[in-house]
């Protein structure tokens, strides 16, 4: 069975704070990795990942994928109250796999003032 | 402008009622999901469809049920046989064009909250 585990479930931080979101995956015909940040509403996009090792950045949040330990990371540098959000992970299936996407549980991140 | 919609935004229903749950699109897209998302819990996938006229079970189907009739709608109906129906309800779709896949990802609607009383 597919699975994708994300930790911790949830985070606390104080502004100006970097954080270190986890993502890890078991699953069969993997293609790539996204990253979404939902608020109240729908998640939106932050980033896919295929390749092992290359980090992919957008302002204070870059992300990296290890397709040999089965894991990516996402980190937020000086974080602000607006990164309060979950974060949800998923696993992109390879072609012929209608499913599409997997997600994990999400982590929970809370940024006081 | 492009996009998916969902609607009602927010929805009451008594116990042993059913409801149906909508969603468009106007993106050409094929496929066509339902998520159950519940608090601080990540996305379930509940049903997807590939094409007009098909589709597929998800994780939790139970007490579920879904059409395509129509490529831009993929409406959700909320049966009484599901248990535990109060969520967020989230709709998605995408292309299955393999080359765009390459690169492209799914897009959501903005939500149903659904609360059963």
């Known amino acids: 069975e597919d699975k994708v585990v994300q930790s911790p479930l949830s985070l606390v931080v104080h502004e100006g704070d970097t954080v270190t979101l986890n993502c890890s995956y078991e699953?069969?015909?993997?293609?790539?990795l996204l990253w979404y940040k939902q608020e109240k509403k729908a998640p939106t996009f932050l980033f896919m990942l295929?390749?092992?090792?290359i980090e992919k950045k957008s302002g204070r949040l870059s992300s990296i994928l290890d397709k040999k330990e089965l894991f990516s990371i996402l980190n937020i540098t000086a974080t602000q109250t607006g990164d309060s959000a979950i974060y949800l992970c998923a696993v992109k299936l390879l072609a012929g796999s209608a499913r599409q996407l997997t997600f994990g549980s999400g982590t929970q991140l809370t940024v006081l003032p | 402008d492009g996009g998916i919609t969902q609607s009602p935004k927010y929805l009451f229903r008594k116990e042993g009622q059913n409801v149906t749950l909508s969603c468009e699109q106007n993106?050409?897209?094929?496929?066509m999901y339902w998520y159950r998302q519940d608090p601080g819990q990540g996305l379930r996938l509940i049903y997807y469809?590939?094409?007009?006229?098909?589709?597929q079970k998800g994780d939790i189907a139970e007490g579920y049920s879904v059409s395509r009739e129509k490529k831009e709608s993929f409406p959700l109906t909320v049966t009484s046989a599901q248990k535990n129906p109060t969520a967020f309800y989230l709709c998605?779709?995408?292309?299955?064009?393999?080359?765009?896949?390459?690169?492209?990802?799914?897009?959501f609607g903005p939500g149903t909250r659904l609360t059963v009383l």
């Open positions: 993106l050409n897209h094929d496929a």
């Open positions: 295929t390749s092992s090792g």
């Open positions: 998605a779709s995408s292309t299955r064009d393999e080359i765009a896949l390459l690169t492209d990802t799914q897009y």
């Open positions: 469809s590939q094409i007009v006229n098909d589709f």
């Open positions: 699953v069969t015909n993997f293609r790539s």
